[in-house]
Nanobody, 126 residues
Framework: QVQLVESGGGLVQAGGSLRLSCAASGRTFSTYAVGWFRQAPGKEREFVGH????????VYADSVKGRFTISRDNAKNTVYLQMNTLKPEDTAVYYC???????????????????WGQGTQVTVSS
């Protein structure tokens, strides 16, 4: 079992930056890949990015490529989402999710993850 807690959300002006954190419980977190998703009001939850268990591989949605960066510190059981050049359309609740090595499913969909955090609100004003 892995429990995930997101933090770092808030209100920021367009063009600004935020760094979200996803803190995990469990001694084996270093063996879990992590994804970030977001959900705006009235919309489906969408893929933002993914980082492998080792941190050696990352994948991003086209909408955030070049602006967002995912990293992890396995010693701290934490994954980060650095968001730069934020736009009003980035406004959403951001979720982190985790999957074990053995878990199968598309990493760009919600079905590709076993565990979810409760989300943190990010609001970008124009």
């Amino acid at each position: 079992q892995v429990q995930l807690v997101e933090s770092g959300g808030g209100l920021v002006q367009a063009g600004g930056s935020l760094r979200l954190s996803c803190a995990a419980s469990g001694r084996t977190f270093s063996t879990y890949a992590v994804g970030w998703f977001r959900q705006a009001p009235g919309k489906e939850r969408e893929f933002v990015g993914h980082i492998s268990w080792s941190g050696g591989n990352t994948v991003y949605a086209d909408s955030v490529k070049g602006r967002f960066t995912i990293s992890r510190d396995n010693a701290k059981n934490t994954v980060y989402l650095q968001m730069n050049t934020l736009k009003p359309e980035d406004t959403a609740v951001y979720y982190c999710a985790a999957r074990s090595i053995a878990y199968r499913g598309p990493i760009t969909t919600t079905t590709g993850y076993e565990y979810w955090g409760q989300g943190t609100q990010v609001t970008v004003s124009s």
